[in-house]
């Protein structure tokens, strides 16, 4: 199946900007959607956001939307987040993942990255 590598976390104030890639091998990404999950100290994984194998539909975690940004380069085999006016709160490890076209953006993936923190301070 190939693997999930992820770059470009580090360390950044509140209300910088930080470009998170996923890099995928093996099978072309284009057979999949994608999407990034986060996870916080102490806190269990949740879906950040997705996009659909063509790039076509996206949909965003509320506590995201209007300032994080998923694309995605089909030909590169690469996905991005950019993520702008970062809070705190926005502190985790940030996990790629892609699941089969079928079903919900939001759930039910099967490939994971093994992450790349992020860290935002006050």
């Known amino acids: 199946q190939g693997q999930l590598v992820e770059s470009g976390g580090g360390l950044v104030q509140a209300g910088g900007s930080l470009r998170l890639s996923c890099a995928a091998s093996?099978?072309?990404?284009?057979?999949?959607?994608m999407a990034w999950f986060r996870q916080g100290p102490g806190k269990e994984r949740e879906f950040v956001a997705a996009?659909?194998?063509?790039?076509?539909?996206?949909i965003y975690a509320d506590s995201v939307k209007g300032r994080f940004t998923i694309s995605r380069d089909n030909a590169a085999n690469t996905v991005y987040l950019q993520m702008t006016y970062l809070k705190p709160e926005d502190t985790a490890t940030y996990y790629c993942?892609?699941?089969?076209?079928?079903?919900?953006?939001?759930?039910?993936?099967?490939?994971w990255g093994q992450g790349t923190q992020v860290t935002v301070s006050s």
């Open positions: 996009s659909s194998w063509d790039g076509a539909n996206v």
């Open positions: 993942a892609a699941k089969v076209v079928l079903g919900s953006l939001t759930s039910a993936y099967s490939r």
């Open positions: 093996g099978r072309a990404i284009s057979h999949y959607h």
